[in-house]
DNA sequence: GAGTATCGCTTAACCGGATAAGTAGCGTCA
DNA sequence: TGACGCTACTTATCCGGTTAAGCGATACTC
């Protein structure tokens, strides 16, 4: 049980006075170079590392940000989606030695009184959107409490914080388009989460496209993002009298359950049915046949997002340095590539 | 932009000194009750929340636990387990109002040194120890320290601190068993990583009960975890000559790849080859058909390790309210219960 | 009625850093 | 040679809580 060292004791060690140390240790003027690698050479040897409340006390910093994810303790894990994002943000936290708080919450209103209690704790300098809406009640609440954010998602029009976001719509036109030119003439889509903002904007990108192309129906039906609603979304699709040849999923949960439900009917895959994900991640390629997916690098994307917020926050980063005075502003990341895998095919004729 | 709210503020409003208006906060004596209900109304009314960096740095504690997890990013999302342990640990954390840090690693080195780091920062008071190996440098690193732990797994042998951990003989024996009575007589196992601690206890679990059983074949290969390694084994499993007519997975992940695998091979489940997963996520009931597992409540386990940790720590929580001065020990779990589902039936004769 | 315990509060020190302000020592220059 | 400026520190204060110690007023004891 080694005793925690204290700038006092390098003082101590060194002959000099804390203050000296203060300003040998974070490389401001005021001590000669003999002192400053007297006293660096001393703190590594102590294995000096500072009190984070002490400092925080000071600067009035936490050198730390939050995410709060609004998920049931059984669903959150099996999108694969919000950890490969968090391994994304640590990626960029851990180069400026950024702490990441995660809470897990149940409605809007425990997430609101957990920002509130973040800010008012200082526990966190930041934080991280996720699942925006289309009219969004945080993003209001976030800015007028003054505490930094990035939204993960968007665009947001008139946003008070920067948003990091993909284009949704070109990848939507995408799938339509490749599934038309399959054959395909009747398409499904299970989307996600109506009030969610990225649902919004596939929905009108799908009905945009649909109209430009001659389909005999593309339908949308809105689910919870679960299996269990993936699932029973699917069988209802495919009871129906005029069944769609093709469908779409707004994520890869569903689109897996979407799968083992054509099995469970004795569909042949992609013969009889083409599948398509949104949201490509290992899942995708467990299947069989496996499924084409849309593909996007989250960990990259958390990563991006961490380095906006980090800019914002003021903080240094690897790929963002210091004191560059450039505003931190929304930034439009790379739209997902179609992969396309043995889950889609030639529409039966 | 609000300006936070300090003692100081709600002394001035009250007309007494801070130190009155800690005690009355704190539920202290030294102030009349009089006093204190007029200072707790004037808190509430202000919307006082204690800045966590003063109070970490005169109570010497960082209210906040902290969990560190080795996993690339791309596999860590893959495997639902973790996701639904922090989210049990947050349950219980959120009634102490302690935070949860997530640090995301790539080597035991950078995990140890993350543990480190925390400990001489005082940004945790304790911290959660996932995936134990049979011999694990980590557990002497963390009690030398002086950390306060608790490890996620087990059970250790003259343990420094707390393990939290499930029985995986009985269930072991059980799945054996069950395929057995349905007439399997050649069984594979595709096994966790094998320095892992359960991964051993397992190992020797299935190798005691095959001993006591007339199995022809009980072969068990060890991989990463990982889907890809999943289905390449179980390729190579199936493509043997005298094949196994059932493979037992020690997690979902790797089931779901074999299960892909045993369609691509054409193979019918559960009459030419049944299936077992360990560790039942919502993942084994997406699949057709669904996978019978080893169903255990991972919200409550990560509950429970949380809840250890705190009496470790002396938090209070309100399963375990503050000062019962039993010192925390290491606690067993029930074991995993086999849930039959679809994917397991009688062996093909 | 003097001594003293108790209550209810204030004062002040402390946690471990950051930092503004003060100062000793030295060189420079008119 | 004394005023000035600079370097290289030290000293002291602050951040916002907690808490030991102090202290006047009241109640209690003998």
Redesign the interface.
Known sequence: ??R??TIADIAAAAGVSKGAVSYALNGRPGVSETTRTKILAIAAEM????????R??SVSS?Q?VGIALR?S????????????L???I??TL?AG?F??????VGTVEEELEVY??W?????VDGVFLCDIGTSDQRLDFIA???LPAVAVGGPIEGARFPAVWHDDVEPSRDILEYLYTLGHRRVARVAGIPGLLHTAIRDKAYDDTAADLAFESVTTVHSDY???Q??QITRRLLSSAKRPTAIVYDND?MA??G??????LGLEIPEQLSLVAWDD???C??????LTSLTRD??AYGAKCAEVLMSLIGAATETAPKSTETRAFSVQCKPAQLSPRGSTGPAQT
């Not at 294995?47 to 002490?54: D, M, T």
């Not at 799968?259 to 469970?264: F, P, Q, Y």
């Open positions: 049980m080694t925690r060292v294995g000096f590392v500072p009190n984070r409340a002490a925080s006390l936490a730390a998920r303790a059984r669903t959150i894990g099996i999108e694969p989606y919000f950890m490969e968090i391994s994304g640590e990626a851990s030695s702490g990441l708080t995660l809470q897990i509130r209690r800010w008012a704790e200082r526990r007028d409490l003054g679960t299996g269990e993936g699932a949960v897996v359950a799968l083992g439900v054509a099995h469970e991640s290992q899942l390629r467990l299947t069989h046949p496996a989250i960990p």
